[in-house]
């Protein structure tokens, strides 16, 4: 199966239990935590321990002391006994510091806690909530042990892959579109744009069917193109769709009823860099294979960022932030003003910005190492500018050589070089909820 399809764990919520302990009973508490404790890697049960009970001070400065609603939803990848543990550490904590769980109609307010993880770190939030007062926010983080448990299913989303064609000949992007009498694949090759119609008796727009070529439009070039070619196929409104290219720009006539024609000329105009033609734009290095990092309109006060391979942009209630993915292997995140760099991701070098219906509404699509044999996709979302992931990997039977977002933004097309044939395959790729 090319998806592997996760699912949310919750936490059950927290039984009643008496009121605030007296400090023989809190000895005794951190005794029993310790003795369990044991059961775990000293330094990994100490680590997850000290963050729990840094978490359970911060909670009980925001919440002063009384009965709350506590539930705890695990997004991480610690599994059922660390989990127990963490959250044994974090009730005793509690009702140290005068917080004690209660009946939703007898608590004054709610906890909820949230345990995710970033690349590098656990990341824990608790959102404190006492009447109609503003809700008030606790973070702490610790590091996850350097082999790192992998990803579970526990992680809140799962990624979803749908085989559109295979063909020997290499392709830089595709694009589905519903046009009058059958669905169209649009398939950006290096020499042309093959464009398909879907075959009567074919299934649904989304999933894999008979396809039979209707045209192939040449791309005509005085340039040569670089070895390692990258182009970009976007869908248009009062046209078909345009074409970038190292140094060639392509688009299709605009008159209603007329044949399909394409038209390229020779120039070293900045690419688009989302989807929708937006006003940021990059200059692509017309003999190499990624982007100089000198942008056009910038972002925000941002008009040069280091060379990168691809971007991605992620709204915001009230501004965008930027994801680049360097030539060097580190990470950029611009918000318009400041430059974040994040480094040892171990990503690959295509990312793409997607839109569901899950967490925030936006993720981020990543490829992995780029390995020949076997590459994958994860999704992962930035909350607080540190990238946690949302999902477990996609893997593929193969190396994935492009990936750029749909010109609807709601999924991903993603190409990839099968090791065993040599063939190309195109997916598309879109973010569901686990739970």
């Known amino acids: 199966m090319i998806s592997r399809r996760s699912s949310t764990r919750y936490n059950q919520p927290i039984p009643h239990m008496r009121a605030r302990t007296s400090s023989g009973m809190r000895q005794a508490w951190l005794t029993l ?38 539930q705890v939803a695990n997004h991480s990848s610690l599994d059922e006994k660390s989990l127990r543990e963490v959250r044994g550490a974090l009730e005793a904590e509690l009702r140290v510091e005068g917080v004690r769980t209660s009946n939703p109609d007898q608590a004054a307010g709610t906890i909820e806690v949230v345990l995710s993880e970033s690349l590098r770190d656990y990341v824990w939030t608790a959102e404190i909530a006492i009447g109609s007062d503003e809700k008030k926010v606790a973070m702490v983080s610790t590091p996850r042990p350097p082999t790192g448990t992998p990803f579970t299913d526990a992680l809140p989303m799962a990624l979803k892959a749908t085989l559109l064609l295979s063909q020997p000949l290499p392709m830089l992007d595709v694009a589905l579109i519903d046009m009058p009498g059958a ?22 727009l989304n999933s894999i069917g008979r396809w039979e070529l209707e045209t192939s439009l040449p791309i005509v070039h005085s340039r040569p193109f670089p070895r390692d070619l990258r182009g970009r196929l976007l869908l248009r409104r ?7 290219l190292p140094g060639t720009f392509c688009r299709t006539n605009s008159s209603p009823g007329a044949a399909i024609t394409l038209s390229c000329s020779e120039t070293d105009d900045p690419w688009p860099l989302t989807p929708d033609d937006g ?32 971007a991605a942009a992620l709204p915001r209630s009230n501004y965008t932030l930027w994801a680049f993915a360097a030539v060097d292997g580190s990470l950029h995140l611009l918000d318009g003003v400041t430059d974040q760099l994040v480094r040892g991701v171990r990503w690959g070098s295509d990312l793409a910005a997607v839109r569901s219906n899950c967490g925030t509404g936006a993720q981020l699509l990543v490829s992995e ?28 039977d193969g190396q994935i050589v492009a990936l750029w977002p749909e010109t609807s933004g709601n999924g991903a097309m993603a190409v990839v070089k099968r090791k065993d044939t040599g063939w190309y395959e195109a997916y598309r790729v879109s973010v569901s909820c686990s739970n």
Do not use: W
């Open 33 to 70: 935590f310790l003795l369990a404790a044991l059961l775990l890697p000293p330094a990994f049960a100490s680590s997850l321990g000290d963050a729990a009970r840094e978490l359970a001070h911060k909670i009980s400065a925001a919440s002063g002391p009384g009965g709350f609603v506590l």
């Open 183 to 204: 669905s169209r694949l649009i398939v950006l090759e290096s020499g042309a744009v093959a464009i398909y119609r879907r075959q009567s008796g074919a299934s649904t």
């Open 238 to 244: 009062d046209h078909l769709f345009d074409v970038y």
């Open 279 to 310: 006003s940021v734009r990059a200059f692509y290095a017309a003999k190499r294979n990624f982007f100089t990092g000198a942008l056009s309109a910038g972002i925000g006060k941002v008009a040069n960022v280091p060379a990168f391979y691809s």
């Open 369 to 396: 190492s780029g390995e020949a044999e076997r590459d994958g996709l994860h999704a992962f979302e930035i909350p607080d500018r540190d990238p946690v992931a949302a999902s477990s990997a996609m893997e593929f």
